[in-house]
């Protein structure tokens, strides 16, 4: 019964929460290609404020993540996720109307807005499908939706804006969230107890199983315990040193490849915006990979740090690499960038099921929620930084010794945090404060 439960969560929960987050990264991702593109031409933006603009969405994303988070622990995902879908698809194909920079600034900062409830909303709806041995998995997929985003964005992208431009793109990569929110209403239920498709016996089964993991873990009162506890506030460190790099690689990955092609970099050959966007696919062909790998052994061995670690110090050492070589040797720095991407990508399914394990119920959602949106002020500070060095200094020599310096910070703060005490008395009645 267990086996035959366990398909039927995945084959239908899965593909719902990979597509729903694939289009989120799509519609806050193709900025870069924007930007390679030539949108700072075309609206008159200075180099500083193209920086400033592709790191607005994460100034918006930090700030609405806990109260979204609240809101699907207390209420309801599916709401929340469908309205979403609704304003950042709106959001994003607008992007491809605007005339004026405050325009686009505007429009930037609310679509960081409208998808910031996102993430910790999904974690929360899979902690509510699946147990503890299978949650780095099921992580894996709903994060898969990154780099497996940005594999097929980076050409069908380079293929818009070579045919149509950027402004197409824009609008044509924005009205899918629109039609899968109409999609996401009908099929989505928050939890296994409100669905046809399992019988009593699998519904009751699945529920026993989630009641005693919450059991077993050390009784939290309320967000205010959780959010001053000591892994929490480690894992929120961790997560804005981690982002920093994987941001500041995102949104500038096209531009940096480009640049460094035509500076005369890959042998004096004629590239664009085609060839940039092969070649920005590949670093996330790896990326997802590592992420299906590296979270099938994390839940082998039940084991979340051991593979968070080690990834993360091997992109650091990639970054350092590339930097260490200068900027006349374009195919092997470019090699080593996919390394680095693969493996800043690799330990987000265990990462993220740390916090489950560690925290009850009635808390986990917000503590998730928090520590994302301290990734998202990484983000927003990664994507500015990255920005500004490239620019400043016309080379990304720069930018790869800063994220790895950052994703250095993440790994000695990874290794900090400790397991919490377990609970040894199953807990009967619902958590304080829930």
Same mark, same amino acid.
């Given at each position: ?36 593109? =030539?949108?700072?031409?075309?609206? !008159? ?5 193209? /920086? @400033?603009?592709?790191?607005? %969405?994460? #100034? &918006? ?28 698809? =709106?959001?994003?194909?607008?992007? !491809? ?5 405050? /325009? @686009?600034?505007?429009?930037? %900062?609310? #679509? &960081? ?322």
């Amino acid at each position: 019964m267990t086996a035959t439960l366990a398909a039927r969560r995945w084959w239908t929960i899965m593909p719902i929460v990979f597509i729903t987050y694939s289009l989120a990264y799509l519609d806050r991702a193709n900025f870069g290609f924007a930007s390679a593109a =030539g949108i700072n031409h075309d609206l !008159g933006i200075s180099k500083g404020l193209a /920086s @400033l603009i592709g790191a607005l %969405f994460f #100034l &918006g994303y930090f700030f609405f993540q806990i109260p979204g988070a609240i809101y699907a622990e207390r209420r309801s995902v599916k709401k929340l996720v469908f309205w979403s879908l609704v304003l950042w698809g =709106g959001c994003a194909a607008l992007t !491809g109307v605007v005339s004026n920079v405050p /325009s @686009l600034m505007a429009i930037r %900062f609310a #679509l &960081g807005v409208v998808e910031a409830a996102v993430m910790p909303a999904m974690l929360i709806f899979i902690s509510n499908w699946f147990t503890k041995h299978e949650r780095s998995r099921a992580n894996t997929f709903l994060i898969l939706g990154n780099p497996v985003t940005v594999l097929w964005m980076s050409v069908v992208s380079g293929y818009l804006v070579n045919s149509f431009g950027w402004r197409h793109m824009f609008v044509a990569e924005g009205v899918p969230a629109i039609a899968w929110a109409v999609c996401w209403w009908f099929i989505v239920k928050d939890r296994p107890a409100q669905v046809s498709w399992l019988t009593d016996d699998e519904k009751r089964d699945l529920d026993a199983a989630l009641r005693k993991e919450q059991a077993q873990i050390k009784p939290v009162r309320n967000y205010r315990e959780a959010f001053r506890s000591s892994a929490v506030v480690k894992l929120s460190a961790q997560y804005f040193c981690w982002s920093i790099g994987v941001y500041g690689f995102v949104l500038w990955l096209p531009s940096i490849i480009k640049n460094g092609m035509e500076s005369g970099l890959a042998s004096g050959s004629h590239f664009g915006m085609v060839e940039t966007g092969w070649l920005s696919a590949l670093p996330y062909l790896a990326a997802t990979i590592a992420m299906l790998a590296v979270s099938w052994a994390s839940d082998r061995i039940d084991n979340r740090k051991v593979f968070v670690w080690p990834c993360l110090l091997i992109g650091a050492v990639a970054f350092a690499a590339s930097y260490a070589l200068g900027a006349h040797h374009f195919w092997e720095s470019y090699a080593l960038l996919v390394i680095a991407g693969a493996a800043m990508y690799a330990p987000y399914g265990p990462f993220f099921a740390i916090v489950p394990e560690l925290l009850p119920k009635n808390v986990a959602g917000g503590a998730m929620a928090l520590i994302n949106s301290m990734g998202a002020l990484g983000s927003f500070v990664g994507s500015y930084v990255v920005g500004y060095l490239n620019g400043a200094t016309g080379s990304p020599s720069a930018s790869y010794a800063f994220m790895s310096v950052a994703l250095v910070a993440s790994v000695v703060l990874t290794l900090a945090v400790k397991p919490q005490a377990r609970d040894t008395h199953a807990l009967a009645t619902p958590m304080p404060g829930k």
